[in-house]
Nanobody, 115 residues
Framework: QVQLVESGGGLVQAGGSLRLSCAAS????SYWYIKWYRQAPGKERE????????????SYADSVKGRFTISRDNDKNTAYLQMNSLKPEDTATYYC????????WGQGSQVTVSS
């Protein structure tokens, strides 16, 4: 069974940091890219970052570039999103995603940034 489980969200003040984790199981993790998306109330889900085994390896939305870093540990079947210099505009539910098997989503982790 394919599963993606996010953790690490919470409440943080503006300028602070959080690290989200996405623990994967049920598929060959190292062969597939992982993406992070986020969705705030009343807004569409938007791309945040991704990482893969090929090409430039990582990409980021302009809104988070220079502040967020995506990484993965294939030995642990886990992807991470390090979020620094957080802003209130970053408040959202964050989801990890893989395109394996037509696409699987985690259930999300809430990040709230106070001003």
């Amino acid at each position: 069974q394919v599963q993606l489980v996010e953790s690490g969200g919470g409440l943080v003040q503006a300028g602070g940091s959080l690290r989200l984790s996405c623990a994967a199981s049920g598929f060959a993790f190292s062969y597939w890219y992982i993406k992070w998306y986020r969705q705030a109330p009343g807004k569409e889900r938007e791309f945040v970052a991704d990482i893969s085994w090929s090409g430039s390896r990582t990409s980021y939305a302009d809104s988070v570039k220079g502040r967020f870093t995506i990484s993965r540990d294939n030995d642990k079947n886990t992807a991470y999103l390090q979020m620094n210099s957080l802003k209130p505009e970053d408040t959202a539910t964050y989801y990890c995603y893989t395109n394996y098997g037509g696409g699987y989503w985690g259930q999300g982790s809430q990040v709230t940034v106070s001003s």
